[in-house]
Every structure is written in structure tokens, then in C-alpha cells.
């Protein structure tokens, strides 16, 4: 199979380049904070247990350009999705948390889950990215796509964007075989993520649905007891749980 090569001046980026890729603001994030929530931040925290927008963009894998639909992953498939938004490409943080969530990606297709990360890079800047070794600040080889959003309008429908800088927040989803959110967590541009705790709260979740009769704890991890959903079940789970801690 021909793969393709490119020569991006962005690879051989100097230093004070890539520096200003770093968005100043996000270094105070509380200034951030106190911004009045945009109209696009608050539809976020109404995507969870809805419909995942779906999307049809360019991406980049295994060293090739290719085109991608969420409700191809969900719907046809029937895999679960992590969706992940990072800001952009050639930065400081993103390449710790893409190459972390690449290093675990074997533990999500165990369960039956698909990793997509989505930037407003171009699908060139992603190629770059991944032929640039991590010890010069790119990702190397990838195990799963990387989302090209250059018109921005997948980071606008998941309520990602912060329209004034033209990146999105660091936010992850976890979307079921029926392309529904049950799971959305963001961060701030200053720090990243652990995609130890998105493999719990997945594996939670895909617990929940095949114990619908039981819930997951705070911490809860598999093998683990879950609580009965019912007064009587959950009164014996409580009392389990603090005989086991002496309380």
C-alpha cells in the first residue's frame, strides 16, 4: 500500500513558533472562568443522555488520509465512541495526552470502543504531527484517527468552541451503540487528561447497561460491588461498605 509523504515547514517549527501556539489566556484559566458563558458553552451540558451530533470529516490514519461519520462507529458498528477535543496540533500538552490514549487504545477495543480525536488542524498539520517523532514534540504513529475540524462546526455542535481564540476546549465524550452521550467531561487548555479514568467511567458504563438493575459507586471499578437498585439492596450495600471500613 503507497502511503503518503509530506514536507510541512511546520515540522521543522522553531522554538518561538511554537511557543505562540501556547494561547496566553490559558495560562491564567481562572480569567477564563469568569467569562459570561457563550450561548455555545451552555448547550453543551444539554448533550448528555441526547443524540450525538454526527459529523463527516477528513482524517488521518495510519499514515493516510481518509474520510470519517461518527454514526458509522456508533450506529452501524455498534461500538462505543471516545470522542476527544484537543485544541491543536504541534502544542505542549496535546501530544502527552494523544500519545497516552494511544498507548491504552488496545484496553478500549477490548470494549469494543473506538478512539476519535478532533482538532481544527487541517489534515496536513495532522500528517506532519504524526511524522514527526514524540521526542521532537509530535505523536509519532497514531492507533486511531485524527479528526480534521477546520471550519470549526464539530467543536460548535458539541459546545467545545471558544470562538474568541478559534480552538476548542479539552473535552471528552463517551457516546453508546446507540449514538447516545452518556459521559462528557472538559478541561481547560492548561492541563490534560487521564484516559485511565475515561477507561473506568466507560467500563462503568457499559456495566450499567448490562446491569440495569444496578448502579456504579463513586471509584467503582470492575469486579467491584455495584448497588442494587432497590431500598432493600442498597441499605445491605451501605452496610457492607462500612463494616468494610470499620465506620
Known amino acids: 500500500r503507497m502511503r503518503l509523504a509530506i514536507c510541512v515547514a511546520i515540522v521543522a517549527m522553531p522554538a518561538a513558533t511554537l511557543a505562540m501556539r501556547q494561547f496566553t489566556p490559558a495560562a491564567s484559566p481562572l480569567l ?13 451540558k444539554q448533550l448528555v443522555g441526547h443524540m450525538a451530533p454526527d459529523f463527516d470529516a ?3 490514519f495510519d499514515q493516510e488520509f481518509m474520510h470519517v461519520r461518527l454514526h458509522d462507529f ?4 455498534q461500538q462505543y465512541v471516545v470522542l476527544i477535543f484537543y485544541p491543536l496540533d504541534f502544542t505542549f500538552v496535546c501530544p ?30 495532522h500528517l506532519a504531527w504524526t511524522q514527526t517523532p514524540r521526542r521532537n514534540g509530535g505523536v509519532g504513529e497514531v492507533n486511531f484517527p485524527l479528526v480534521s475540524d477546520l471550519t470549526k462546526s464539530i467543536a460548535a455542535s458539541y459546545g467545545m468552541l471558544i470562538e474568541d481564540e478559534g480552538v476548542s476546549l479539552r473535552g471528552v465524550f463517551i457516546i453508546d451503540p446507540d449514538c447516545t452521550i452518556q459521559h462528557m467531561a472538559v478541561n481547560n487548555l492548561s492541563f490534560g487528561r487521564n484516559p485511565e479514568e475515561v477507561l473506568r467511567v466507560l467500563q462503568a458504563i457499559q456495566y450499567v447497561q448490562k446491569n440495569p438493575n444496578e448502579l456504579c459507586p463513586a471509584g467503582w471499578r470492575p469486579g467491584e460491588k455495584a448497588i442494587p437498585e432497590s431500598t432493600i439492596g442498597a441499605s445491605e450495600y451501605f452496610a457492607g461498605a462500612a463494616d468494610s471500613t470499620g465506620q
Open 74 to 77: 456508533c450506529r452501524k458498528r
Open 58 to 60: 477528513d482524517a488521518v
Open 96 to 125: 502527552t495526552e494523544i500519545t497516552a490514549f494511544s498507548d491504552m487504545h488496545a484496553q478500549f477495543r477490548k470494549l469494543n470502543t473506538e478512539i476519535l480525536a478532533v482538532s481544527v488542524d487541517s489534515k496536513y498539520t
Open 32 to 44: 477564563r472562568f469568569n467569562r459570561p458563558q457563550s450561548p455555545l458553552a451552555m448547550s453543551a
